[in-house]
């Protein structure tokens, strides 16, 4: 059966990578795959189109689509407006509509960079951790919440840490499936020593654990503790799982150990049989849009995950990131990792290994 892939190019950077990833899936298809490819606007671009980040019927789209690749959204431009007026409240919305629940963030380092010393970042040889943070729930979105002006005239602020054992469960399981086609290892992490929902957090994982995944090797560390294992031992790590606050500065952390943000990228995804939701962790770079130099990786190795985890096809997958990783063994470089290529230059790279 034919699926449905819907791209998002969005702003700034977003459509000169999503350029790329649409080339490299025409390459794809062009050598069998059965994959159909269709394009929206969304973010800044739909606002100035038809005053909406999101429209009803690109949400519809998405959700009939069998994965969505966004390129970036946002920049300068719509950063005064209102917050239904701005690009990042539709990709709220589009998670949101999507009911994506996990997100996946690979912190994966490619061997070829690591002489690039250029990138003036750390990097760490071998690193291959998988994040599974929780996204809908969580301090984010909890009720109570707002800030209200008290009768002496401070104000008092509050946001409310909640979570339910079923929403523990579902982005756990997740955890668990993934680790078993890696290393089979997952850790936890909570701050359980302080916070009551962290401990339920902790119990509830360990009890899917022991009546569903005996083969898993589950170990549970305090959210301050992994900020410091992630710089001084990372390779200690296979598959992370986090609530929604946590899994954000963490894997942010975990992500600068790799290089450069231009390779990372992430999956947004739900119940088995709905469409994920993929993009590079980068966001719209305004300050280089425009120029032709923005690195597609994130953006290609987006769609890979797309293949991998919604688009049923992991071998293809594998050989797309292959594909990146030839392009870098090759010399492959554009600016962000100390070389002089465009994008499109990159692009041809990468699929001359395809
Ligand atoms: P957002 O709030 O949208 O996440 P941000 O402030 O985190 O944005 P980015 O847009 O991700 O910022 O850019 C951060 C820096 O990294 C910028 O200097 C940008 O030029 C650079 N950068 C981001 N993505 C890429 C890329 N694909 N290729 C090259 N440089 C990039
Ligand atoms: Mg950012």
């Not at 951790?129 to 002006?149: H, K, S």
């Not at 990786?297 to 769609?303: G, P, Q, R």
Request: glycine share 12%.
């Amino acid at each position: 059966m034919t699926k449905t892939l819907l791209l998002l190019p969005g702003d700034g950077i977003g459509p000169e990578v999503s350029a790329v990833a649409r080339r490299v899936a025409g390459r794809l298809i062009s050598q069998g795959l059965a994959l159909q490819v269709e394009e929206a606007l969304f973010g800044g671009a739909s606002i100035d189109a038809c005053q909406l980040p999101l429209t009803p019927e690109v949400l519809a789209q998405a959700k009939a689509a069998d994965a969505v690749l966004m390129g970036a959204v946002g920049g300068p431009k719509w950063a005064g407006q209102p917050y239904d007026k701005r690009p990042e409240a539709g990709l709220l919305a589009l998670r949101a509509g999507m009911n994506v629940y996990a997100n996946l963030r690979p912190a994966r380092c490619f061997s070829a960079l690591a002489d690039a010393s250029s990138l003036k970042r750390v990097f760490v040889d071998g690193l291959d951790i998988l994040f599974v943070r929780e996204l809908t729930g969580g301090v984010y979105f909890g009720e109570p919440r707002g800030v209200e002006t008290l009768a002496d005239g401070q104000r008092r602020g509050v946001n409310t840490h909640v979570y339910t054992t079923s929403e523990i469960h579902r982005v756990a399981r997740i955890a668990f499936e993934l680790a078993r086609g890696r290393k089979g290892e997952v850790c936890s992490a909570e701050k359980g020593n302080v916070m009551e929902a962290g401990l339920m957090w902790r119990e509830d994982v360990q009890a899917l654990r022991d009546a569903e995944y005996p083969d898993i090797k589950l170990s549970h560390m305090l959210a301050d503790n992994m900020a410091m294992q992630l710089v001084k031992n990372p390779k200690q790590f296979d598959v992370i799982l986090t609530d929604n606050l946590f899994g954000d500065i963490l894997s942010d952390e975990a992500g600068m150990l790799t290089g450069s943000l231009g390779m990372l990228p992430s999956a947004a995804i739900g119940d088995p049989g709905t469409p994920g939701l993929y993009e590079p962790i980068h966001g719209s770079a305004p300050d280089i849009a425009g120029r032709g130099v923005a690195n597609p990786c994130a953006a290609v190795i987006s769609l890979a995950m797309a293949l991998r985890y919604s688009l049923g096809a992991p071998a293809l997958a594998d050989t797309v990131e292959a594909a990146v990783e030839a392009a870098l063994d090759k010399g492959a470089r554009t600016p962000d990792l100390g070389g002089t290529m465009t994008t499109a230059a990159m692009g041809d790279a990468i699929l001359a290994g395809l």
